[in-house]
């Protein structure tokens, strides 16, 4: 650090650009900002560079992959790629490495252990703010800012508006589960591998690995009894082998996270470690050829945090933009990650949305409303909670932190602030392109969804998270297809453990779940229809045009059975992929 210390004081020399997290796209902005010459300073609160992928050890990327299995984020997030040997599933401890040279090829400043402390911004600007390092105080000041961090701590700081959790939706505030990363030893990593091939392939069952990752023993989670029913769960086992044959599990759920309250969430990951002990002893006893010998020998320094604030933004990414891959004007990034959320309560199903067209992501969900010299990059930006099922994960930030670095660089040059670059993108667009972004949505043809009578009604529920759609279904609704009884279920089961968790209406639910799970992915039929209808005291009408239930249908008969218990419709009304106001 460059600076002068006076009175336990440390004042630092000028920077352009001050970033507050050394999270993946933290690291990008500033070797970004760097590369185009301006003075940046990277601060991070803990020991590690990294974020998710580190302190959370969360040690497979979610990839969303075009021609040739190549990622759709390209730029600055290639040659990560490229450093941690271009696998899904990579060494904690190499991209953290990889992290750290980047920034220090460059001569971008790190400061590690730096916590924010107090923030001085007046009216549209961000103009100082002091960090706490090993018990010193350090205050900066800078023209330009970028909030890097998974919960946009600085940002809030300094008066941004969010929503929280899901609030957007009208159901509730709750925040998805969390997740505690534990590394195991022992574990047999080329027996797992042909396993979860042989699972996946024999049963059916979406299981799976390749290369350093695997993905599977789904079943193995019923039968965990966990110490706190309310608390924890395991779900399937998500695994990332390590250089020294070691292996990172990604399977152990926390609900009840508040990830805005750094010491609740401290008090709970300790309480996840004592959980974590315990699933190993049951990994031990379930499977024991492949876990019997398996040992804990260490847990993520942090929880891995899904979900906490949504900015504000100048403008907000909603489920269907991503869905329909829209593109924007100010687009700076191209998403492809399916629409899937966890789980908010324990034991509910799955948030599946679908799989969107690769859909762009607009430079004005990074500039909070009311600020000038502000920039958000993180899963914390300005996206609805369902939209950020897909918009979170962490390649696409780190394509958005580069397209905040290049922002930084053109604000200082060319004497704008933040707003006026959303305003005259072109500038930064033809800049990332040279860089090697990839700004190029591929969006789908709703014409189908919009022809639908059940259309508005259906965009009502996704935007809630309400309208499940699975997989295979890509780039829109297929309203014009019959619902799956599964689907159904599960868009009721969604509603009523938000709404009314301890109502008939959800025990009406669970009991139809086992009784329908013979024929989960078939179609609704209208008989059925009723019977579960009739068990929630409904009498809603139903056309007799078919047999079977449409999945427009459908979503009007869930809207007209949710709307009492939520709030009024979305401000906005459903848009067409060619709405010149959001959309090109």
């Not at 010459?37 to 969360?58: D, F, I, Q, S, Y």
Request: overall charge neutral; some cysteine.
């Amino acid at each position: 650090m460059f600076g002068l210390a006076f009175l336990g004081w440390a004042w630092a020399a000028p920077y352009d650009l001050v970033i507050y997290g050394a999270t993946p796209q933290g690291v990008m902005a500033a070797v970004a900002a760097t590369r185009a010459g301006l003075k940046v300073v990277v601060l991070e609160p803990t020991a590690h560079v990294g974020g998710v992928l580190t302190n959370g050890a969360l040690a497979t990327l979610d990839l969303g992959q075009g021609d040739r299995g190549r990622p759709f984020q390209e730029g600055l997030f290639t040659e990560f790629y490229r450093r941690i040997g271009r696998q899904p599933s990579f060494d904690v401890r190499q991209a953290e490495a990889a992290l750290r040279k980047m920034l220090a090829e460059l001569g971008a400043e790190l400061w590690t252990g730096a916590k924010l402390d107090r923030l001085d911004a007046e009216g549209s600007r961000v103009n100082a703010a002091t960090f706490v390092q090993d018990g010193k105080p350090l205050r900066l000041e800078a023209p330009f800012w970028v909030d890097a961090s998974d919960t946009a701590e600085l940002a809030y700081a300094a008066g941004a508006q969010f929503t929280l959790g899901r609030e957007d939706t009208g159901l509730d505030n709750a925040q998805m589960a969390a997740g505690l990363g534990f590394r195991l030893e022992g574990v047999p990593w080329w027996g797992v591998w042909l396993s979860l091939n042989r699972e996946g392939l024999f049963e059916r069952s979406g299981a799976g690995a390749w290369g350093s990752s695997g993905w599977g023993f789904s079943k193995i989670g019923d039968g965990y009894d966990p110490s706190d029913l309310g608390r924890y769960r395991l779900r399937g086992l998500n695994l990332a082998r390590q250089s020294d044959g070691s292996v990172w599990v990604n399977a152990l759920l926390v609900y009840g996270v508040d990830a805005t309250d750094p010491q609740s969430c401290e008090r709970l990951r300790r309480g996840a470690i004592l959980e974590a002990q315990r699933v190993v002893r049951y990994l031990r006893r379930a499977n024991p050829l492949f876990f019997g010998a398996a040992r804990l020998v260490e847990a993520a320094p942090q929880l891995y945090i899904r979900e906490s604030r949504h900015l504000k933004g100048l403008y907000r990414l909603k489920a269907d933009d991503v869905l329909y891959g829209r593109d924007f004007p100010d687009t700076v990034a191209v998403g492809s990650y399916p629409l899937d959320g966890q789980s908010y309560r324990r034991g509910e199903a799955l948030y599946l949305q679908g799989a969107p067209a690769p859909y762009g992501v607009p430079f004005r969900t990074m500039v909070p409303q009311g600020f000038t010299n502000l920039l958000v990059v993180s899963q914390a930006a300005s996206y609805d909670s369902v939209a950020a099922f897909s918009a979170r994960v962490a390649p696409l930030q780190m394509a958005l932190g580069q397209a905040a670095g290049i922002a930084g660089y053109l604000a200082k040059e060319k004497g704008l602030d933040f707003p006026t670059i959303a305003q005259n993108p072109e500038p930064l667009r033809t800049r990332l392109l040279a860089e090697g972004a990839n700004l190029l949505p591929e969006p789908s043809d709703p014409r189908k969804d919009t022809a639908d009578p059940g259309y508005a009604d259906a965009i009502e529920l996704y935007r809630r998270g309400l309208f499940s759609t699975p997989y295979f279904m890509q780039g829109r609704l297929y309203l014009e297809e019959p619902i799956a009884i599964g689907d159904f279920l599960i868009n009721l089961e969604h509603f009523y453990q938000a709404k009314l968790p301890n109502g008939p209406q959800l025990e009406a639910v669970l009991r139809a779940k086992p009784f329908y799970r013979p024929k989960w992915r078939e179609a609704l039929y209208r008989a059925d229809a009723y019977r579960i209808l009739t068990e929630l005291g409904m009498r809603l009408p139903l056309p007799e045009n078919d047999n079977r239930v449409r999945r427009g249908e459908a979503a009007a008969l869930l809207w007209e059975l949710f709307k009492p218990g939520l709030s009024k419709p979305l401000k906005e009304p459903p848009e067409g992929v060619n709405n010149a106001l959001s959309a090109r």
